[in-house]
């Protein structure tokens, strides 16, 4: 399956980034390439030490970055913004190179990561208070905004650009400094987009980007030092949850955007070429590998043939290849592990009485390929619905009844985004009202904007990323009572 241009650049870099310097460890953590699982890169994997030198540097160069003018740091942010843009073909590559997505998902990943940094540059000089009386009349109360501190960033490896500038975005606009722990499955993307925040003029100690691995010692030592005061992570909700168990020793203050498991409801009078459109893009970008991707999807009975025949359609077009080739429309998943659990959780189904209407199997070449896959005849209580796949796949359940569906689609414990096709927006509003996740897609498959607020409810996490809500997650508010 491997493209032949499979290499890394030579001016990629590999090492952590602390305090302004590249700095090189002697044990080394493999970046594997999906596409064959052979070795892309060795990078510097830092060790709990090594981690806490990085939260030093962030602590040291906190004091001038707060009061940096917030011009200033929008400017920065702005440049890192355009030299993305600028540099997106080869970022896409790379993205691709480590994740396995396809080429078109991976240039409009780093397209909307990029976004992040412009979005934030203009929230960076907006960062308000208020100035009010006291009810008695008695005083005045005035409210205004302070960086929360040094900021932990963990994210997951899935969208690698997107999920670092969502969080350095709005972090270094409030006036935070900054560790980042990518995932070490896909490392070099934010490396790269380090070295970019550099050329675009970050002082110093801003931004430190760390690889340990393993994750977990290192994490618990820096959310351990009391330099530590926000903690922003993406990934899983059973590591999401561990963190939040160990944020709260030093009552450190948390973001978590954690896994997805999403409805996509499709009503008899829905549109039902938007409805595949919506659900191909809902379910298909990123190869499936998504938070957002559309996991559970409910049919009205009326429809359900017609809707199952045309995804089969769309989903058996649809080519399984190396990334980097033009003509593959799925690349492979991330790593063995995702591949063997997309299969396991195919194969239950099955056992479950699911059919198979195309798909169903691994790639038989040496990549962490997994086929584009419908399955119909799932029934309500299939496992495969409680459980976030994160591949292409895609299950199908035939509903009669409209009034039913709600309770559902609500029966899970994740709740970050659902997706409603129908040409009634009234029944759409009012299911929109009701479903229980932070995010509706209503009749549209993407729902991800930097301008929108972004963020689950239930198991799916705390607080929103993006918009100006993006900015809040990395402030304090701070309230002076007054006389005179
Ligand atoms: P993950 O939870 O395994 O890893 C996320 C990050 O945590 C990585 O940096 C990883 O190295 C680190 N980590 C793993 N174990 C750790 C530990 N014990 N202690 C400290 N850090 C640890 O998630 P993943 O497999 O990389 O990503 C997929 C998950 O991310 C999915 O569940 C997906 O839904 C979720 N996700 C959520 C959003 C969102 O915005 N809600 C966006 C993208 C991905």
Not at 109 to 127: D, G, L, N, T
Not at 277 to 296: I, S, V, Y
Not at 446 to 452: C, I, M, R, T
Request: aromatic share 6%; glycine share 8%; hydrophobic share 45%.
């Amino acid at each position: 399956m491997k493209n032949k241009s499979s290499k890394i650049s030579a001016s990629q870099p590999l090492d952590s980034l602390i305090a302004g310097r590249w700095v090189a460890h002697n044990s080394k953590v493999a970046v594997m390439n999906p596409v064959d699982g052979s070795t892309l890169a060795q990078v510097s994997s830092a060790t709990p030490d090594d981690c806490l030198s990085a939260v030093d540097a962030a602590q040291s160069a906190f004091n001038s970055w707060k009061a940096t003018a917030p011009r200033v740091r929008a400017e920065i942010l702005r440049k890192s913004f355009e030299i993305m843009i600028a540099e997106q073909e080869s970022l896409a590559r790379l993205i691709t190179l480590e994740n396995g997505k396809v080429l078109s998902d991976a240039r409009a990943e780093a397209a909307y990561a990029a976004e992040f940094f412009r979005w934030f540059s203009e929230e960076a000089v907006r960062i308000d208070g208020d100035y009010r009386r006291a009810p008695s009349g008695a005083n005045w109360l005035m409210v205004s905004r302070q960086p929360v501190g040094v900021a932990l960033l963990a994210t997951p490896w899935n969208f690698p650009a997107a999920m670092a500038t969502r969080k350095i975005g709005p972090a270094l606009a409030a006036g935070c400094t900054v560790v980042l722990k990518p995932a070490s499955e896909t490392p070099l993307t934010a490396l790269a987009i380090a070295e970019i925040m550099q050329r675009a003029g970050v002082p110093d100690g801003v931004v430190n980007v760390v690889v340990p691995s393993p994750s977990g010692p290192a994490v618990s030592a820096m959310l351990k030092s009391d330099r530590v005061r926000k903690l922003s992570f993406t990934g899983s909700t059973p590591v999401g949850s561990l963190l939040l168990a160990q944020a709260a020793e030093k009552v450190i203050n948390c973001t978590m955007e954690l896994g997805g498991n999403a409805p996509f409801i499709v009503f008899e009078d829905a549109d039902l070429s938007a409805a595949v459109d919506g659900a191909m893009l809902a379910k298909m970008r990123n190869g499936g590998a998504a938070c957002t991707a559309a996991n559970r999807f409910f049919v009205h009975e009326k429809i359900y043939d017609a809707f199952a025949d045309a995804l089969t359609t769309r989903m058996s077009a649809l080519v399984l290849g190396d990334g980097l080739d033009a003509m593959t429309t799925v690349g492979p998943l991330v790593s063995k592990s995702q591949q063997q659990q997309v299969a396991k959780l195919v194969d239950e189904a099955k056992a479950f009485g699911a059919k198979v209407a195309c798909g169903g199997s691994a790639a038989t070449d040496s990549s962490y390929g997994y086929f584009p896959t419908v399955l119909t005849d799932v029934s309500f209580d299939a496992p495969i619905l409680q459980t976030e796949i994160f591949g292409p796949v895609a299950p199908l359940v035939r509903f009669k009844d409209s009034d039913d569906i709600l309770s559902h689609a609500n029966n899970v414990e994740h709740g970050l985004v659902s997706y409603v096709y129908t040409r009634d927006l009234g029944r759409g509003m009012r299911i929109a009202e009701s479903l229980e996740s932070g995010m509706v897609g209503l009749n549209r498959g993407l729902v991800s904007d930097p301008a929108a607020p972004f963020g689950g409810v239930k198991q799916s996490g705390l607080g929103r990323e993006g918009a100006h809500d993006g900015l809040l997650a990395f402030l304090e508010t701070k309230y002076v009572a007054g006389n005179w």
